[in-house]
T-cell receptor
Framework: EAQVTQNPRYLITVTGKKLTVTCSQNMNHEYMSWYRQDPGLGLRQIYYSMNVEVTDKGDVPEGYKVSRKEKRNFPLILESPSPNQTSLYFC????????????FGPGTRLLVL | DQQVKQNSPSLSVQEGRISILNCDYTNSMFDYFLWYKKYPAEGPTFLISISSIKDKNEDGRFTVFLNKSAKHLSLHIVPSQPGDSAVYFCAGHTDKLIFGTGTRLQVFP
C-alpha cells in the first residue's frame, strides 16, 4: 500500500528539548515536503527536498532543520523547540515538482510547553 | 502575502443539496489548481485538479470551475453527502503547492 508514515503521531515536550519527527514514504518519490497547519493560516511549507541531499527552505523554515540522506526518509528536526512551534505537522511526498498528486502523512500533533 | 485565499472558514449544507466552496488567488503564475480534502486525525488527500488553461473539470459528484479573469475557482459537490463533511483546501501550483486556509464543510441530514 502506497503511504507516507510519520512518527510520533502525538508529542508533548518542553522548551529547548531537541526532538525529531520521522517521515518515510514507500513510493520512491523524489519530492518530499514538511508543512505545518495552524488555525486561520492553512498549510504552510516548512522545508522541501527535491532529491537525496537536496533540500531547500519553504515559507516558514525558522527553527527547523531537515535532512535527506535516503530517498525514502525526510526527518524534521527541532533543535530547540519553542511554544510557537506548537502545531500540527504533515509530511508529504510526490513524484516530482510538477502538479502530480501529493500524498500526505497522517500528521504529528506537537505541543511545546 | 496570502496568494491563495478561502474566505469562508465554514459552510453548512443539507444532504442532497449542492455545496459550493470558493477560492481566490493572486498569483498569475499558477499553472494548476488542486483541491484536497482532510478528515480529522488524517492527512489531506487529493480530490480534484484543474489546469490553468481549462475552465472546468468534472469527476463524478465533484466539479471545479476556474475563472481566470476573476482569479477565482470553486468546487461544486452535487449531491452533497454526510461523508463529504471535512475541511477542504484549495492550492495553486507553480514549482510548489501554495495552500489556502481551508473551509470546513458540514453536511447535515
Amino acid at each position: 500500500e502506497a503511504q507516507v508514515t510519520q512518527n510520533p503521531r502525538y508529542l508533548i515536550t518542553v522548551t529547548g528539548k531537541k526532538l525529531t519527527v520521522t517521515c518515510s514514504q514507500n513510493m520512491n518519490h523524489e519530492y518530499m515536503s514538511w508543512y505545518r497547519q495552524d488555525p486561520g493560516l492553512g498549510l504552510r511549507q516548512i522545508y522541501y527536498s527535491m532529491n537525496v541531499e537536496v533540500t531547500d527552505k519553504g515559507d516558514v523554515p525558522e527553527g527547523y532543520k531537515v535532512s535527506r540522506k535516503e530517498k525514502r526518509n525526510f526527518p524534521l528536526i527541532l533543535e530547540s523547540p519553542s511554544p510557537n512551534q506548537t502545531s500540527l505537522y504533515f509530511c508529504a511526498s510526490r513524484r516530482g515538482s510538477g502538479p502530480e498528486t501529493q500524498y500526505f502523512g497522517p500528521g504529528t500533533r506537537l505541543l511545546v510547553l | 502575502d496570502q496568494q491563495v485565499k478561502q474566505n469562508s472558514p465554514s459552510l453548512s449544507v443539507q444532504e442532497g443539496r449542492i455545496s459550493i466552496l470558493n477560492c481566490d488567488y493572486t498569483n498569475s503564475m499558477f499553472d494548476y489548481f488542486l483541491w484536497y480534502k482532510k478528515y480529522p486525525a488524517e492527512g489531506p488527500t487529493f480530490l480534484i485538479s484543474i489546469s490553468s488553461i481549462k475552465d472546468k473539470n468534472e469527476d463524478g459528484r465533484f466539479t471545479v470551475f476556474l475563472n481566470k479573469s476573476a482569479k477565482h475557482l470553486s468546487l461544486h459537490i452535487v449531491p452533497s453527502q454526510p461523508g463529504d463533511s471535512a475541511v477542504y483546501f484549495c492550492a495553486g501550483h507553480t514549482d510548489k503547492l501554495i495552500f489556502g486556509t481551508g473551509t470546513r464543510l458540514q453536511v447535515f441530514p
